[in-house]
């Protein structure tokens, strides 16, 4: 037993995880329309929809896992189009991030949007912003607000990638610690495991062909994107901005019960919730995608003390593949 604890710490130090942290601070952070360049020199693709005329809010856009900023092409347009100024930002490991594919730690996450947040605060002094965090830019967003009031005027969770590891079965924490530790560099596709992110077919092959999406992921980057779900979990009772949380009845991605937990955490009086019997993982990429839309307009109007009148009904973006539509 002996000889095999030893071995199992020189395979463990022979295969450290590839995880970049936060380097050390060498500037003043700064931030333009396309660009972001962090503290430690890092630099950030940036892409920003902007209103015709000065914006009544600012929407600071958070993308999912291996995805990127690109995530929030028509919603950015749709959102400018009514006033609002969305910036999204390619998150470290990510789209065209020099170390995509690797996983960052969570300091580093934090630090990045802590950074834009300010940024933003000083670039548009009382305008009332937003984060919205897709999937792990969920967990990303509700780790770096919590405890934060000043930080942003609300926080918009769309399908947040939460998880605590209480309701996860026994074997699989520590069989994902021991495969990462061991196997660190070994990447999985996800090919074969039957999910259906979303019904709108064209962004499920757009996402297949577009060169910054990550299609096989490296099992120490899932480990990272675990713990960031955990710590996004604990830290939603400590929100203290209005959050608005929204779901997908067929969501596979993210279980149901996650997000009923994530709602129960959440503190009373300062949330809202909508969940779409139609909505799948990527909600605001379905095909049904408007109606999240204006529903998140109208949010971030309540709470900038604002009316608006969007026009027309809410249309189809395409007509749904799912065979069950």
């Known amino acids: 037993m002996k000889k095999l604890l030893i071995l199992l710490c020189f395979l463990l130090t022979g295969c450290a995880l590839k ?29 920003t929809w902007a209103p015709e005329g000065e914006p009544w809010a600012v929407m600071i856009a958070l993308h999912g896992f291996n995805d990127y900023r690109l995530a929030f092409e028509k919603p950015g347009r749709y959102f400018s189009r009514n006033g609002v100024l969305v910036l999204a930002y390619d998150q470290r490991g990510f789209g065209e991030d020099a170390r995509a594919g690797y996983w960052a730690k969570k300091e580093a996450l934090k630090s990045d949007l802590e950074a834009i947040l300010a940024l933003a605060r000083d670039s548009y002094p009382g305008v009332p912003l937003f ?71 064209d962004v499920l092959e757009a996402m297949s062909e577009d060169p910054y999406i990550i299609k096989k992921t490296r099992i120490d980057a899932l480990y990272g994107l675990s713990r960031i779900m955990k710590h996004g979990m604990k830290a939603a009772p400590e929100i203290e901005i209005p959050t608005f949380l929204i779901t997908g009845d067929k969501d ?32 605001l990429r379905d095909c049904q995608a408007e109606v999240v839309w204006r529903d998140i307009l109208y949010f971030a109007a309540k709470e900038s003390g604002r009316k608006i009148e969007i026009s027309g009904e809410s249309q189809p973006v395409c007509q749904s593949s799912s065979s069950s539509e």
Request: overall charge positive; proline content about 6%; glycine content about 10%.
């Open 252 to 283: 596979d991605l993210v279980p149901v019960k996650m997000s009923r937990r994530l709602w129960d955490k959440l503190p009373a009086g300062l949330k809202t919730r909508e969940t779409y019997n139609s909505g799948y993982h990527l909600l």
């Open 131 to 201: 984060v919205l965090g897709e999937s792990m830019g969920g967990a990303v967003a509700l780790y770096t607000l919590a405890g934060k009031k000043e930080a942003a005027d609300g926080l918009i969770l769309v399908a947040p990638a939460v998880w605590g590891w209480r309701p996860v079965n026994i074997i699989y924490k520590p069989a994902l610690w021991l495969t990462a530790h061991l196997m660190p560099g070994k990447k999985f596709s996800g090919k074969n495991l039957g999910l259906e992110p979303t019904d709108n077919s």
């Open 19 to 47: 995880h970049h942290q936060l380097g050390e601070a060498i500037q003043a952070p700064a931030l333009t329309e396309e660009a972001f360049v962090a503290a430690d020199g890092r630099n950030h693709a940036v892409t």
